[in-house]
């Protein structure tokens, strides 16, 4: 299992790093067994600590959860408890290691673009910055694009329908509930 804690805007001490490592290796030890990459970044933003917790859990398929209060063990603990709450609700879908093989090793790879519009301070001009990278459109069962989303934390998940062969989504409504686009033609 590789743990990699970092701070931005902060020096992450080794107090704090020794209780992040701590707390994310009794969770995955406890549910997931090993072979995880994690990555928390603890962040300081005017009086509060906010933590990001990340576990890729295969390729293609990762965790996130989040925690802020004005204490850094504090928020570590909140992102943890998160963290563990989606996994407990989902356990059935992750533990099963032969499920995890199957979404790493059954996708197509395609191209993710983020644009970003940056302003020039004193101008109207904009500037738009486009990243790029590669990400695995995976074929997954509606249930498990579901899941994948709610573990992700993920505003949306494209997926191939391991049903159907097509291309399909499912994403978070501003009502709460999830909505599910079936590619029809």
């Known amino acids: 299992m590789q743990i990699k804690v970092s701070g931005k805007g902060i020096s992450v001490g080794s107090s704090l790093k020794s209780f992040t490592t701590e707390g994310i290796s009794k969770i995955v030890s406890k549910y997931l067994g090993g072979g995880i990459e994690s990555s928390i970044v603890i962040c300081k933003d005017s009086r509060f600590f906010?933590?990001?917790?990340?576990?890729?859990?295969?390729?293609?398929?990762?965790?996130?959860?989040?925690?802020?209060?004005?204490?850094?063990?504090?928020?570590?603990?909140?992102?943890?408890?998160k963290?563990?709450?989606?996994?407990?609700?989902?356990?059935?879908?992750?533990?099963?290691?032969?499920?995890?093989?199957?979404?790493?090793?059954?996708?197509?790879?395609?191209?993710?673009?983020?644009?970003?519009?940056?302003?020039?301070?004193?101008?109207?001009e904009e500037h738009l910055?486009?990243?790029?990278?590669?990400?695995?459109?995976?074929?997954?069962?509606?249930?498990?694009?579901?899941?994948?989303?709610?573990?992700g934390n993920l505003p949306v998940v494209m997926f191939r329908n391991a049903d159907t062969g097509k291309v399909n989504v499912v994403y978070k409504r501003g009502d709460g509930n999830i909505g599910w686009v079936d590619y029809l033609s």
């Open 129 to 151: 910055v486009i990243a790029e990278q590669e990400k695995y459109v995976l074929s997954l069962s509606v249930s498990e694009a579901v899941a994948k989303l709610d573990l």
């Open 50 to 81: 906010s933590v990001e917790v990340i576990l890729h859990a295969s390729k293609g398929f990762l965790m996130k959860s989040n925690g802020k209060s004005d204490d850094p063990y504090k928020a570590v603990t909140l992102a943890l408890e």
């Open 83 to 124: 963290l563990e709450s989606r996994i407990k609700k989902h356990k059935h879908r992750i533990k099963d290691q032969n499920k995890r093989n199957k979404w790493a090793d059954d996708g197509y790879l395609a191209k993710d673009y983020v644009i970003e519009r940056k302003y020039q301070k004193g101008k109207d």
